[in-house]
């Protein structure tokens, strides 16, 4: 038989019956009528009676649960009857500690006006603890030079194996895709005026001035600046971090700034490799698509290379290296503590290494530009 | 009266090549309290990771409710289903740490069960007041202490009104005091969900106080040893090495 509660409120003295009866496993009908009913009593006493439950379980418990809850809180006066073994002992089991006091509401979406000023305020932080991140990496690249730094040298040396030869094949394959992509574009326009040849110079121009360092550099903060954040975060999480600094090793010294040298080392490396690899691209479409020579293609691509061009662009790749290790590097210490946090920490440090890349770009173009480079 | 409910024969398992243990039988019977003892890396984890069903053993058989587990053709789907009928304590209470206590013990009844939303709310308040946490609902993980995570992880291995709970060293970490609190909670959700309890514990005062029966794991022979009632076996130790693990070595 399924599950049914029938409450009876006719007694005129004030006191209502509530018998429930049947397998309590399963849906009760009536539930809802019958919590409304406890919600407002019209009744000053109420006996429950079990005597017909065949089996049961924690829904049953559940629903008294919140019966003699709604009973307590409206001053309900209750008795139990004639319950299953176990009924009763569970039930003074769930009253036995009672209610935590500071019981939270749950969490609503927030007005945009709270989400306004807390974002202010979080910027506000935010800035500071930048601030105070960048200093304290300053500081231990000084220590390091001073020889100073508590840092393990294989560890430095495992970080640039990791950024460095680590991000050939994926470097490899992005680049050389670009350059055929600019090339493939640019001689659509170019074979207008017949002037197919002049794409090895376009391809050269803009690998090595900028696109070069600007593809290497989100490679990296995909790949690179990511894994930073994840590993520093796990670190926090498993307080690594603070076993560090209570040791007195700052972890500035252990493990920002290993980074951030292995980075800054590797990127210019990894920008001349780039451009080496865009121009490949460039080739390979100029040779097998457009027919050019091999040999005028790359006597055209020698011509546009100048080495003002090549330093540009290993310097914005320097600037992207350094820019990338410190947003993975900070977003990974300022982790908070717990597994979702440090998703949080991930996503943070690739938007922001690319945010301030387009930033880094604009006043390094400037400067060039100011500099009639 | 005594039923078994997990029947385990002829188990070996293994990493790789490394053989963890080999040919442990034991049955853990109905409302039983099964402590699985043995000294640290002696494989306890490992073994409550196979009778979960989330490693395969290299040999053996396991019956879960009468019906096959691991062996005599049983599948992940009938490990899947038998599990429904299980909750897990982990070491940490490992509650996921993006959601509430409330949305942590409502997952498995969001999950498996089509009650209506106002019911799983009546549900998660009667879990979280069984173990003594009514009015955490809407707390976080990282805001509560380690031994109410490890009682809001119960809560949650209580969702679903398991036959069957497995604890790994649900003391570990904890004081004195809170340790036996959650030794007589434990007790009291046997005795009135009228669960079974299987514990990985080596925490001597748990196993004295609690355990009904057990067996103890040898790291060096990889096998079971002992088993057995915990206070029998301590006034008959049937080996040095069981009787130094129960007594401290203090004989
Ligand atoms: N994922 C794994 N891969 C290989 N070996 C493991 C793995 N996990 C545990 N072990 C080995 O299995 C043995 C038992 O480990 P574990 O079950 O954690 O022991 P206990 O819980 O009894 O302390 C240890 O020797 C450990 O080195
Ligand atoms: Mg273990």
Known sequence: ?373 | MTKPFLEIKGLTVAYGENVIMHDVDFTVNERDVFIIMGGSGCGKSTLLTVLTGLKAPEKGTETFAGKPFWGNGATKADRDALMRKAGILYQSGALWSSMTLAENVAMPLEQYTDFTPAEIKDLVALKLDLVGLGGFQNYYPAEISGGMKKRAGLARALALDPQIVFFDEPSAGLDPISSKNLDDLILQIRENLRTTIVMVTHELPSIFAIGTNSIYLDARTKTVIARGNPNELLKNPPNETLEHFLTRGKK
Not at chain 1, 102 to 109: G, I
């Open chain 1, 1 to 373: 038989m399924s599950a049914t509660a029938i409450l009876n409120t006719d007694g005129t003295d004030g006191s209502a019956q509530l018998r429930l009866s049947g397998d309590w496993r399963a849906d009760c009908a009536g539930r809802d009528a019958v919590v409304a009913a406890f919600e407002r009593p019209a009744f000053r006493h109420a006996v429950l009676n079990g005597a017909e439950i065949t089996d049961w379980d924690s829904r049953l418990i559940a629903f008294l649960v919140r019966l003699l809850s709604l009973c307590k809180k409206n001053n309900v006066e209750y008795t139990l009857a004639d319950f299953p073994d176990g009924v009763p002992s569970l039930l003074d089991l769930a009253f036995a500690v009672p209610e935590h006091a500071d019981a939270r509401p749950p969490r609503r979406p927030r007005d945009f006006l709270v989400w306004l000023g807390e974002t202010a305020l979080q910027c506000r932080s935010s800035v500071g603890k930048a601030w105070d991140f960048s200093r304290r990496t300053y500081a231990a690249a000084l220590r390091f030079a001073a020889h100073r730094a508590v840092v393990r040298k294989q560890d430095v040396l495992a970080e640039i194996q990791a950024a460095g030869a680590g991000a050939f094949p994926i470097v490899s394959l992005i680049c050389f895709l670009i350059g055929l992509i600019l090339a493939f574009v640019g001689s659509i326009q170019l074979k207008m005026f017949g002037a197919e040849i002049y794409v090895s110079s376009l391809v050269a121009i803009s690998v090595t001035r900028v696109m070069g360092a600007i593809m290497t550099g989100v490679i990296m903060a995909g790949r690179t600046g990511a894994s930073y954040a994840a590993t520093l975060g796990s670190m926090r999480v498993n307080e690594e971090v603070d076993a560090l600094e209570t040791m007195g090793v700052s972890p500035f010294d252990f493990l920002v700034f290993p980074r951030v040298l292995a980075l800054s080392l590797m990127m210019p490396l990894l920008t001349i490799y780039a451009d080496f690899m865009g121009i490949m691209g460039g080739g390979f479409v100029g040779v097998f698509m457009l027919g050019l020579s091999p040999d005028d293609y790359f006597r055209m691509t020698l011509s546009a290379l100048t080495m003002r061009n090549i330093v540009i662009g290993i310097v914005h790749g320097a600037v992207y290296g350094v820019i990338i290790a410190l947003c993975g590097c900070y977003q990974g210490i300022t982790c908070g503590r717990n597994a979702s946090a440090v998703g949080s920490a991930t996503t943070a440090a690739v938007v922001s290494s690319i945010v301030w890349m387009t930033v880094a770009t604009a006043v390094l173009t400037v400067i060039f530009s100011v500099c009639g480079a």
